[in-house]
């Protein structure tokens, strides 16, 4: 039997940890910091994730600013858009929030946000001293799984085998480096992996990041290893779920998170986190 790790509880005591120095900013008469989400076209999830941002600067206190925009939008209407947040010294955080549509070369979008104002550390010059192991904006989601592993005290990660199921740029490299930069020998696995089960197997660290439902069973885990599972899908009864199948890992493993109320709501509360990280580099 493992003990499930929620995700929403520890980011919770983070987002009351902020809104407290914030208040104190507040109090101080400062400048409060400032989280810009750019949405463009109407994806209902993209949206639903919005609001959960948004709610959460509401919680802490932190200003916000939703811009949304039609899908008709033009790339060089965006990189604009882009240009004037990149100036507006008010403005500490820019987020576009992706999937775009398919007109517009994400890539364009994201080389234009100031790398000092790339709260998703999507920028080419972040990934690169994330790869150098020097500071940084490191994503949101990786840096939420970081903080869990280290909530529950498995941080020590030297001699650990780390597994990432899923190669993706906002998730699976990411966490990959993360891990490496914390000793851990790491391994990652993708749909052209030859068998992926017996991998995972060797995994004291398990890293689900793939996008299918249920699809590692406990089959994939070894006995005590810790899983964190990224996926966000739909079961055959439209229920929220994973990656992993969590009725029959929970049996095998030593810890494991929820989906949902795992890793989503850490997302977040690092986006807010690397907020404050950005004014106070630029307000010191
Ligand atoms: N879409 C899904 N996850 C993310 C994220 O972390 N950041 C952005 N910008 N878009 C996303």
Request: charged share 25%.
């Amino acid at each position: 039997m493992s003990e499930v790790v929620y995700g929403s509880e520890i980011a919770k005591d983070i987002k009351e940890n902020l809104k407290v120095k914030i208040d104190q900013l507040k109090a101080e008469g400062k400048r409060i910091p400032k989280l810009v989400v750019v949405l463009v076209g109407d994806n209902q999830a993209s949206l639903s994730y919005v609001r959960g941002k948004e709610k959460a600067c509401q919680f802490v206190g932190m200003e916000n600013e939703l811009i949304t925009l039609p899908e008709t939008t033009t790339q060089e209407e965006l990189l604009s858009l882009i240009e004037r947040l990149n100036l507006d010294t008010a403005v500490d955080g820019i987020l576009v929030q992706l999937p775009l549509p398919a007109h517009i070369k994400e890539k364009d979008i994201i080389h234009a946000i100031d790398p000092n104002k790339d709260v998703d550390g999507f920028h080419p010059c972040n990934v690169g001293k994330l790869m150098l192991n020097e500071e940084t904006f490191v994503s949101c989601t990786p840096k939420g799984i970081i903080r869990i592993l280290e909530t529950i005290g498995y941080d020590d990660l030297s001699g650990k085998r780390a597994v990432v199921v899923g190669r993706s740029n906002i998730v699976g490299k990411p966490i990959a480096q993360l891990l490496l930069n914390k000793n851990a020998t790491v391994t990652i696995c993708h749909s052209r992996t030859q068998d992926i089960e017996n991998v995972c197997k060797e995994a004291d660290i398990l890293i689900a990041a793939i996008g299918k439902a249920k699809y590692i069973n406990r089959n994939w885990v070894k006995e005590g290893a810790v899983v964190i599972d990224v996926g966000i899908n739909r079961d055959e009864n439209n229920k929220m779920c994973g990656d992993v199948d969590f009725e029959d890992v929970k049996e095998v493993c030593s810890y494991i998170t929820p989906v949902p109320k795992g890793v989503g709501p850490m997302t977040i509360a690092m986006l807010l986190e690397n907020t404050l990280q950005s004014y106070h580099k630029r307000e010191g």
